[in-house]
């Protein structure tokens, strides 16, 4: 199935633990995306990357931290986890700067 | 004042109504336009992509974006229980960031 993947599907960990989530996606996009949805609902974006190259860091922590190893592959890694970093984590592809797709989401949880 | 606004709902309607869903904005930049739905513990989808002003029709979905008045809209025709869900608008200015309206929560009651 051509898609975009994340894993794990959930996380439940303590505060101050370090956690990675890993995205991959089979589209041959060039572009790809971490979004964070809070409670709310409200989607917002926190890095990008094209072609391997950081193009959008936006007033995000420095705990966080994208890595592209190749343009399908996007995975963030968070330090000294915090209760408010609970949310879903959304990455998403897209072939140009227009239309994105999105992977299914993680969970997580910080207790 | 939010780049996007959107009607925050919830919007509960019987099956086969028409489900009207407006989104406004402020940035001019804004020339990519859609419409994502999202059913519970899901990714969004993407349902609706538009570049220009006027109507885009897709079976029973069809996009609306105004620029002039800085308002897109969705509609969805003859609803049905599956369409339950949340709907977003997001827009781009070409500079690979999506912003999105905060979505509208829609049941469509058998």
């Known amino acids: 199935d051509t898609a975009v993947s994340q894993t794990p599907k959930y996380l439940v960990t303590q505060m101050g633990n370090d956690k990675s989530i890993k995205c991959e996606q089979n589209?041959?996009?060039?572009?790809m995306y971490w979004y964070k949805q809070d409670s709310k609902k409200f989607l917002k974006i926190m890095f990008s990357y094209n072609n391997k190259e950081l193009i959008i860091n936006e007033t995000v922590p420095n705990r966080f931290s994208p890595k592209s190893p190749d343009k399908a592959h996007l995975n963030l890694h968070i330090n000294s986890l915090e209760l408010g970093d609970s949310a879903v984590y959304f990455c998403?592809?897209?072939?140009?700067?227009?239309?994105?797709?999105f992977g299914p989401g993680t969970r997580l949880t910080v207790l | 004042q939010k780049e996007v606004e959107q009607d925050p709902g919830p919007l509960s309607v019987p099956e086969g109504a028409i489900v009207s869903l407006n989104c406004t904005y402020s940035n001019s930049a804004f020339q990519y336009f859609m419409w994502y739905r999202q059913y519970s513990r899901k990714g969004p989808e993407l349902l609706m992509y538009t570049y220009s002003s006027g109507n885009k029709e897709d079976g029973r979905f069809t996009a609306q974006v105004d620029k002039s008045s800085k308002y897109i809209s969705l509609f969805i025709r003859d609803s049905q229980p599956s369409d339950s869900a949340t709907y977003l608008c997001a827009m781009s200015a070409d500079d690979y960031k999506l912003s999105f309206g905060a979505g509208t929560t829609v049941t469509v009651r058998a």
């Open positions: 589209l041959g996009h060039d572009t």
């Open positions: 998403a592809s897209s072939p140009w700067s227009g239309e994105q797709f």
